[in-house]
């Protein structure tokens, strides 16, 4: 069964940082993969999505990249924000499932003070 | 813009209640999903669906029942509430292609 890891589990930076979130999978046999971004009591936010045929998308300030042979993703968020505040969740779709089922990690916490 | 909406944002439901939780999409999508979301537990598949009238069970069906009669709508029912289901419920679809989950905004299920 795949399992995703996101490390850290929390992270508190001043505003202006770049910083680097990540993720790892067991089974590099995916898909595609997903980050996402979830306010508290909200629902999730599509934020990129990698086909396993791509090295990185780039969205704004946000730039994620895909490893499979490592089984690794990165989040990069450059010049952080306040509004940036929020849990971040990395999803895998794997190969062979027809019926889209994802796996999520467990997701980073990120503060961004002023 | 493309949405998923779920009906109820909060929810305040008593013990033995049958509970029905819907969720609508937009996007003629083939595929969708009832999560919940507890903390420390992360998001769990509850039911899922790939088609009209057709459903496959999740991690963690028990105590849950669903119906998709249309396309666009995914209905989650509670045939028995208990505190236990306590959650935020997260609904989402994708297409046949698997191309990107959109989810809704959730609800918020309290069972006293």
């Known amino acids: 069964k795949q399992e995703v890891t996101q490390i850290p589990a929390a992270l508190s930076v001043p505003e202006g940082e770049n910083l680097v979130l990540n993720c790892s999978f067991t089974?590099?046999?995916?898909?595609?993969l997903q980050w996402f971004r979830q306010d508290p009591g909200k629902g999730l936010t599509s934020l990129l999505l990698i086909q396993s045929s791509q090295r990185e998308q780039t969205s704004g300030r946000l730039n994620a990249s895909l490893d499979k042979s490592s089984g690794r993703s990165t989040l990069y968020i450059a010049a952080s924000q306040p509004g940036d505040s929020a849990t971040y969740l990395c999803?895998?779709?794997?190969?062979?499932?027809?019926?889209?089922?994802?796996?999520f990690g467990r997701g980073t916490q990120l503060t961004v003070w002023p | 813009d493309v949405k998923v909406t779920q009906s109820s944002r909060y929810l305040v439901k008593r013990t033995g209640e049958k509970v029905f939780l819907e969720c609508v999409q937009d996007?003629?999508?083939?595929?969708m999903f009832w999560y919940r979301q507890d903390p420390g537990l992360g998001l769990r598949l509850i039911y899922f669906s790939y088609d009209v009238k057709m459903k496959e069970k999740g991690d963690i069906p028990e105590g849950y029942s669903v119906s998709r009669e249309k396309k666009e709508r995914f209905s989650l029912i509670l045939e028995s509430a208990s505190t236990n289901q306590t959650s935020m419920y997260l609904c989402?679809?994708?297409?046949?292609?698997?191309?990107?989950?959109?989810f809704g905004s959730g609800t918020r299920l309290t069972v006293v």
């Open positions: 999803a895998v779709l794997g190969r062979g499932s027809t019926l889209g089922r994802l796996y």
């Open positions: 989402a679809s994708t297409d046949r292609f698997n191309y990107g989950y959109t």
């Open positions: 089974d590099s046999a995916i898909y595609n």
């Open positions: 996007m003629d999508h083939e595929n």
